[in-house]
């Protein structure tokens, strides 16, 4: 992931989709957020943190913000969380913010809906993604004419593998997880492919 990193200064980390946290897949799924956030906390002490998930109950959004995770009570995606973010990074004299899209297992739906939220030159190249590896990000429904922005963005985007000690851990519970994120160059260019 450093060198995703380059020179950006990491000020929100979004959880998206990680389920009930009581099943043993997304409590080790969350389990990895809060290890990679202890990292980057040690680094970046200004990250916020936004979890989006519609089917929390109310102990675990209590056991969220208790960790201090804003919980964000819509199902749609927006960059107006990363937006508020960097202004008062800007405030703070932040060079380079930019934000983590924690999405293990999220449909192609999901990661068509954050990109089209996020669709902007400026904010891909902010966006390192930890989720599915996009080169196998597919539709349900594969009888779509239109041009998908997930397949624009996996042509052009870096992608690694993130590779764990523990193979139960590897192939059951982080199946394909990859840290992938785009550079302004090449998001300019699938931004511009489907305009």
């Keep these: 992931m450093k060198s995703m990193l380059k020179n950006k200064t990491i000020i929100q ?3 998206y989709g990680i389920g009930e946290l009581i099943l043993e897949r997304p409590s080790h799924q969350l389990n990895f957020a809060f290890n990679i956030l202890k990292r980057f906390k040690s680094k ?9 998930e519609p089917i929390l109950v109310k102990e675990e959004k209590e056991y969220l ?8 009570k819509t199902s749609k995606f927006s960059s107006k ?6 202004k008062s990074a800007a405030a703070n ?7 983590v899209c924690y999405m293990i297992h999220g449909t192609h739906e999901m990661y068509e809906e954050f990109l089209e939220a996020h669709w902007k030159p400026e904010l891909l190249s902010r966006c390192i993604i930890i989720g599915n590896n ?13 041009p998908f922005k997930i397949t624009t963005y996996a042509k052009l ?5 993130v590779k764990f000690f523990d193979n139960y851990l590897e192939e059951v519970i982080f199946y394909g997880l990859h840290v992938y994120s785009i550079t302004k160059e090449n998001a300019e260019i699938a931004v511009n492919e489907l305009s």
């Design 44 to 52: 970046f002490p200004e990250i916020t943190v936004t979890c989006q």
């Design 81 to 86: 969380h990363f937006l508020n973010a960097s």
């Design 93 to 99: 004299i932040i060079s380079e913010p930019a934000f």
């Design 134 to 146: 996009p080169k196998y990000w597919t539709a349900k429904n594969e009888d779509v004419k239109s």
């Design 157 to 161: 985007c870096d992608s690694k593998p």
């Design 13 to 15: 980390f979004q959880m």
């Design 65 to 72: 913000q208790s960790k201090n995770v804003k919980i964000i």
